[in-house]
Nanobody, 125 residues
């Protein structure tokens, strides 16, 4: 069983960058599919990026070219580098994990067992 804790959120201006971290404990993340989700007020949780056990990544179209997911297995930490932020990126960001290879439906939130508590990112124009 893995525990996840996000950090790095904050309030920024449009066009700026933020890097989120998701520190894992209890188990090494190199055997997990990891993903980043976000949820804005009044909206459903949506997946934005995923990184598989082999380090391969996938991105939602809305963030492709602006966000980069990575992981450091030695630090047991997942990252989300977010560049060129837009007001519509404002949301609570969560990391999620499942002890399997990433599925085709990477952004099915119900597939993931483990979740962090979230970190808020607010982007103002």
């Amino acid at each position: 069983q893995v525990q996840l804790a996000e950090s790095g959120g904050g309030s920024v201006q449009a066009g700026e960058s933020v890097r989120l971290s998701c520190a894992a404990s209890g188990h090494t993340i190199n055997t997990y599919c990891m993903a980043w989700f976000r949820q804005a007020p009044g909206k459903e949780r949506e997946g934005v990026a995923g990184i598989d056990r082999d380090g391969s990544t996938r991105y939602a179209d809305s963030v492709k070219g602006r966000f980069t997911a990575s992981k450091d297995n030695t630090k047991n930490t997942l990252y989300l580098q977010m560049n060129s932020l837009k007001p519509e990126d404002t949301a609570m960001y969560y990391c999620a994990a499942e002890a399997l290879s990433c599925p085709g439906l990477l952004y099915d939130a119900t597939w993931y067992t483990y979740w962090g508590q979230g970190t808020q990112v607010t982007v103002s124009s």
